[in-house]
């Protein structure tokens, strides 16, 4: 049985949320794999266990060069590498900046992509373990497919990673780096919005969002979904979806490939990418952007496009990041706020899990 098989067997249980889109050749005995995690469906016997290739897998390469490639992927498929998303919970920010005036304050949000004398760095055993992460989570998107990897729970991740030799088990080292940068106190970073989806595990459901046609990005049912479909009817074809939902491994990775951009500044990435767990594009914000702009819609300069002043002159429609906000990170015209029950919940830091 090949992986597509399988997969659309546990779709047909109901209890898969990815569909990997590579195709695995099959043959040869297979071996045993890692129980599924609860969240994919137990296949109903041995046959419909993954069928992991006996065919080609990829060679062992230097981490750095399938880094390097990854990035070339990214810019070439999904320009949304330059990201941040920052909660607005409140007027707070300026009190836990003892040391740090108003004015530089705003120099570091205005100059996001420099590095400054207080930023905090990743710690060096850290560093040496951003690579091969980063490295692994690629092959991982490569092997589901860049829109389910918008979508994918970290069990899932260990899962496909423990099953699949082209992708290749995560050492343990892996794993606490990446658990130590999830639980990390982001304001050290200089980062100051609330943690929006704190389970690592969070669980986006293939139920609740839909796939936007020619975006390769979901969008959550109900207002995320109508609100971009009104923003599209009313500004028009040329306004499209660039992010949309993200749950905490994408956000991971985004955060991890922008820490290595930065030299291990944790600081300095935070700027313009909020650390996992902390975005809103976790429960239903999302980006739009000019068609045929690319990565340029990442930047102020989408703020001159006549798509932008559409938007803003329709009335309705909030920019989450201003030029001005006390949130640590850049001006971000191109992010859409959403505001429903759930994203209320989060970002008034309740007391149980946001969920949407
Ligand atoms: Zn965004």
């Avoid at 890692?34 to 897998?57: I, K, R, V």
């Avoid at 505001?339 to 989060?346: G, L």
């Amino acid at each position: 049985m090949n992986k597509r098989k399988f997969l659309q067997t546990l779709l047909a249980t109901g209890g898969v949320v990815l569909v990997a889109k590579r195709y695995i050749p099959s043959g040869g005995q297979s071996p045993v794999p890692d129980p599924a995690p609860e969240t994919l469906a137990a296949p109903a016997s041995a046959d419909l266990m993954p069928d992991a290739s006996q065919g080609p897998t990829l060679a062992a390469s230097n981490a750095k060069e399938e880094f390097e490639l990854m990035m070339l992927q990214e810019s070439e498929l999904r320009p949304g590498f330059k990201h941040s998303e920052r909660s607005q919970g409140g007027e707070v920010v300026i009190q836990q900046l003892p040391n740090e005036t108003v004015d530089q304050y705003l120099e570091k949000i205005r100059n996001f992509d420099n590095s400054f004398a207080s930023d905090i760095y990743l710690r060096e055993e850290n560093s040496k373990l951003l690579l091969p992460t980063l490295a692994r989570l690629d092959r991982i998107q490569n092997f589901v497919g860049h829109a389910n990897f918008n979508l994918i729970s970290f069990e899932e991740i260990l899962y496909f990673a423990r099953n699949y030799p082209e992708i290749g088990k995560f050492e343990k080292a892996e794993v606490d780096f990446m658990n130590e940068i999830f639980q990390a106190d982001a304001t050290t970073y200089g980062f100051f919005g609330e943690k929006i989806t704190p389970d690592f595990n969070h669980r986006v459901l293939q139920k609740d969002v839909v796939k936007i046609d020619g975006t390769g990005h979901y969008l959550m049912r109900g207002e995320s979904l109508a609100h971009y479909q009104q923003i599209h009817k009313d500004v028009g074809n040329e306004l499209t979806l660039t992010s949309g939902i993200r749950n905490n491994v994408k956000q991971m990775h985004l955060f991890l490939a922008k820490t290595f951009q930065s030299e291990g500044n944790l600081s300095r990435a935070s700027r313009s990418l909020a650390p996992p767990g902390h975005s809103f594009h976790g429960v239903g914000d999302f980006d739009v952007g000019k068609v045929g702009m690319g990565e340029q819609n990442f930047t102020a300069d989408f703020a001159t496009t006549k798509e932008y002043r559409r938007l803003i002159n329709l009335g309705y429609v909030d920019i989450r990041y201003t030029d001005t906000n006390k949130f640590g990170v850049r001006y971000e015209p191109w992010h859409i706020k959403i505001e429903n029950d759930s994203i209320a919940h989060c970002s008034h830091g309740g007391s149980s899990p946001c969920t949407a």
